[in-house]
């Protein structure tokens, strides 16, 4: 199988700050003290995401500074037993699920260690002192600001290594999914929101996702860079990850790992897991791409869509790999009062399969077959469930042939999965882990353990009159013309009404003209080889993407114009589009 021309680490490059941004603990260390007047004191603050590895920085730079006065915040935290009694509500029993923190990170300190460390620092007269950790801006706001930062899926990789417990857990040997739990539920929600008035006054951003690779940029270029970024098409950085039901399509296609078993998902636009790469001159800045959308919403998302979503990306583009695997896990997402009711979700887990390309044979498993009792169902996944039995999805279930550029719709509470022998681009709300698998084929997962199974949860919100017509009449290739021109013909695919998304197909020859229409805009390409991106009043740099690339619109970019490029050019090609209904 060839290989495409994929870019893995797309850049926003920022102009007319190179000498803003530095890499390597030493150029770090230098500019860190150019810094530092000879005034008589001077306060040093070093806040950190959780996952920064504290060590290193203590090593690396506060020691280096040798300064009169070096204080760890995180020694004023309450104890692992305070914070797992006062998080127990969100933490739940389940090994996956828990309920959205809506924390301060202030609680999780004691009122009177916070205190005396503040005293520490106040009974300094002369020199440097250096409050660092996370929380160090709760003990003194800083002469200097730094921002230590980290993106969520090397937090994730940390904890996969075992280096990494959840923040004030000591729990580095717990079940990964319980600490992605409590990172997803309670420290990353507490984080962010601690992080977000900093990162608007800091005086430098560092870059941590590297071990003894360091890179630092100045608050100045960050704010101008995000900036920036909001004004222009641009791409977040997709990760890979194995599944026990994974394929080799995007292995061999987009020249992965080949020592990995198989890659089963591709988040290729999720802002709030993605990192956002920006170059200034020789220096690649690494942030998490959540840090534009919690610094600079309005511009990205749109007015309507920001005022009816905050600081959340509300649309997530992914793909999911069963070409050379298996089928997915029989499923179903929540309702949204029942999301709203138990997660504290505002907004729940719609989707749709685009199918990328598909096998012959390849199958889309939707919706209940008409005439079923849905308690015999349940009766049966519940055997299943218990290893009595195989669940008889022939019986119970939809499959419905699943080829090349096919669209399936999956509002929530429909029973879906996607079978082997398909490549799909899902469209879909960001919510991304409340999936409650009904049933996962009789497998282990890669670690050797069963795969969480929720049927109690699901059994709450199978919708049992997404039956055989009506799936067939809602939900399948809802395709209807919308418009066309010399080159050009656009469609609507979806979603379906209870989704928020729509969602537009534009088939291509020649140029076409977009516009974002006061909101953000999501598109893929896929068909084609490459496209052009511009803008009409040349707004923005020229910016090319590839096929199966994922690219976000800003808002604030306005009308927008894709066209055939490179070898694509003469050919047809096909975009696909999603963006927030009004």
């Known amino acids: 199988m060839k290989h495409i021309n994929y870019d893995k680490f797309p850049e926003v490059r920022i102009k007319g700050f190179d000498d803003h941004a530095w890499r390597g603990w030493s150029a770090v260390q230098q500019a860190v003290a150019a810094r530092l007047s000879e005034q008589q004191k001077i306060v040093l ?35 692992a037993q305070h914070l797992h009694d006062l998080l127990a509500a969100n933490l ?17 300190f004691c009122d009177d260690r916070l205190a005396a460390l503040q005293q520490e620092v106040e009974q300094v007269k002369a020199g440097l002192v250096v409050v660092y950790g996370p929380g160090a801006a709760l003990v003194h706001p800083g002469d200097i600001l730094i921002y230590a930062d980290l993106a969520r899926w090397e ?64 608050g100045i270029a960050l704010r101008y860079g995000l900036q920036q970024t909001t004004q222009q098409p641009f791409r977040v950085v997709p990760f890979f990850d194995p599944g026990v039901w994974g394929g080799q399509w995007m292995k061999e296609k987009f020249d992965l790992d080949p020592s990995q078993p198989n890659y ?7 802002p709030e897991e993605n990192s956002l790469l920006l170059r200034i001159a020789d220096v690649r800045i690494e942030i998490p791409s959540q840090d ?91 055997s299943a469930q218990r290893g009595e039995k195989a669940f008889d999805d022939e019986k119970f279930v939809n499959r419905f042939p699943a080829r090349k550029h096919d669209h399936f719709l999956i509002p929530a509470g429909t029973v879906h999965c996607a ?9 879909s709300a960001t919510p991304y882990i409340f999936t409650f698998k009904l049933w996962d084929w009789g497998r ?41 021109g010399d080159g050009w013909r656009e469609e609507r695919t979806g979603l379906h009404e209870r989704e928020f998304i729509e969602t537009r197909r534009h088939w291509f020859s020649k140029s076409v003209l977009h516009h974002t229409r006061g909101g953000v805009n999501i598109l893929n390409l896929v068909e084609g080889s490459e496209a052009l991106v511009e803008s009409p009043t040349n707004a923005f740099e020229p910016f090319v993407v590839h096929y199966a690339e994922t690219f976000i619109v800003p ?13 694509s050019i003469g050919q047809q090609l096909a975009t696909m589009k999603a963006w927030v209904r009004g």
């Open 45 to 79: 603050v070093i806040d950190c995401y959780p996952g920064v590895r504290l060590a290193e920085l203590e090593q690396q730079l506060v020691y280096w500074l040798n300064p009169a006065l070096a204080i760890n915040a995180e020694t004023a935290r309450h104890s």
């Open 92 to 108: 739940t029993d389940d090994r996956v699920f828990g309920v959205l923190s809506c924390h301060q990170l202030s609680e999780f």
């Open 155 to 218: 937090i994730q990789q940390r904890f996969r290594s075992g280096e990494l417990g959840n923040w004030g857990a000591n729990n580095e040997q717990e079940d990964i999914l319980r600490r992605y739990k409590r990172a997803f539920f309670v420290e990353w929600r507490v984080f962010d929101r601690h992080k977000t008035p900093l990162l608007r006054r800091a005086d430098f951003l560092l870059d941590t996702n590297r071990q003894n690779d360091p890179a630092l940029i100045s």
């Open 264 to 270: 089963a998902w591709c988040f290729d636009c999720v």
């Open 292 to 382: 534009l959308v919690l610094l600079y919403p309005r511009p990205l998302l749109g007015e309507k869509v920001h005022a009816r979503f905050g600081t959340e990306f509300p649309i997530r583009f992914d793909f999911l790999d069963t070409i050379g695997g298996q089928n997915l896990s029989f499923q179903v997402h929540p309702v949204t009062e029942y999301i709203q009711q138990h997660f504290g979700m505002h907004y729940t887990q719609d989707e749709s399969y685009y199918l990328l390309e598909a096998e012959p044979g390849a199958e889309v498993y939707l919706g209940t077959q008409t005439g079923i009792d849905p308690q015999e169902m349940l009766n049966d996944l519940a």
């Open 419 to 427: 079978g082997a022998g398909t490549m799909v681009l899902e469209i």
């Open 444 to 484: 282990l997962g890669l670690d050797g353990l069963p795969r969480p199974v929720h049927l109690e949860h699901g059994s709450q919100v199978i919708d049992w009159q997404r039956d055989t017509q009506w799936v067939r009449e809602h939900l399948i290739n809802q395709f209807e013309p919308v418009a066309e």
């Open 555 to 567: 808002a604030a970019v306005g009308e927008y114009r894709i066209s055939p490029y490179g070898s």
